[in-house]
């Protein structure tokens, strides 16, 4: 369309480095805003190009306060939530309109056990505790999804939590090579901190990660990113757990 440059409000910023003679994505200025964890496919050829106005401000304040010098009528406007195309945050509904079916099954426990009835697998999150319909002596807590079987696996709130984690589809900014293994800080979702970890290579465009402390919840159909500092690296699709237990979970589209 002989457009050179495309300017995005999300907060980043791409800086070009000279001794890499490449273009880097790094993190806004307002940290607590700080969107690279959503942007890590960008390639060369689009970074380049890519114009971020809002990664040189440290608050949406300054922003806001641009806005009404320059009598925008956005300047007292909510901050935008969630997904915008979503209304009223309602993902179960966005789904099944969307023409994924969903049916009723078994929940059970590690042991395969029955413990009640789901209804329906999309209506349900790894880490969940809430919302699940079952009662128990201890809290449960949603630990997988064997989409096979359509059974809900529950368990204790240590099952949630894992310190590996393998994933495809890698994508690396920072690296014209890749190295065989790396140490980094990496978030397995956007409003998760970063945290240390180390990264190894495997065949197929693959990855195993191997965090310092466990992760909370990590989710198959998630993107694990790469930070070193304020630059992102590169990222990965999780695609399984190493626990067994979690080897059948979903497959979402990574995007």
Not at 1 to 28: P, R, S
């Amino acid at each position: 369309m002989g457009i050179e440059y495309i300017a995005t409000g999300h907060y980043a910023n791409a800086v070009f480095d000279a001794d890499k003679n490449k273009f880097l994505l790094k993190k806004a200025m307002a940290v607590q805003k700080d969107q690279t964890y959503v942007l890590y496919n960008l390639m060369q050829n689009i970074l380049k190009r890519t114009i971020f106005p809002l990664g040189r401000f440290s608050s949406k304040d300054e922003i806001r306060k641009i806005a009404s010098e320059m009598k925008i009528d956005i300047e007292n406007k909510k901050d935008s939530q969630e997904i915008c195309f979503i209304p009223d945050n309602d993902y179960v509904s966005y789904i099944q309109k969307s023409g994924v079916l969903s049916e009723p099954g078994n929940i059970v426990d590690t042991n395969g056990r029955i413990l009640g009835k789901h209804d329906g697998l999309i209506k349900y999150t790894i880490g969940q505790r809430k919302g699940i319909g079952i009662s128990a002596q201890k809290p449960l807590f949603v630990i997988g999804l064997d989409m096979d079987k359509n059974e809900l696996i529950v368990g204790e709130e240590e099952m949630v939590y894992k310190s590996e984690l393998i994933a495809e589809d890698v994508n690396y900014i920072f690296y014209d090579e890749i190295p065989d293994s790396f140490e980094c800080y990496a978030k397995i979702r956007y409003a998760s901190k970063p945290s240390k970890c180390k990264v190894f290579s495997q065949d197929n465009n693959k990855v195993k990660v191997i965090f310092e402390e466990p992760q909370r919840a990590i989710t198959p159909g998630q993107s694990v990113v790469f930070y070193d500092n304020d630059i992102v690296i590169g990222r990965g699709c999780h695609i399984a757990l190493t626990a067994d237990i979690c080897r059948s979970m979903v497959r979402l589209v990574c995007f």
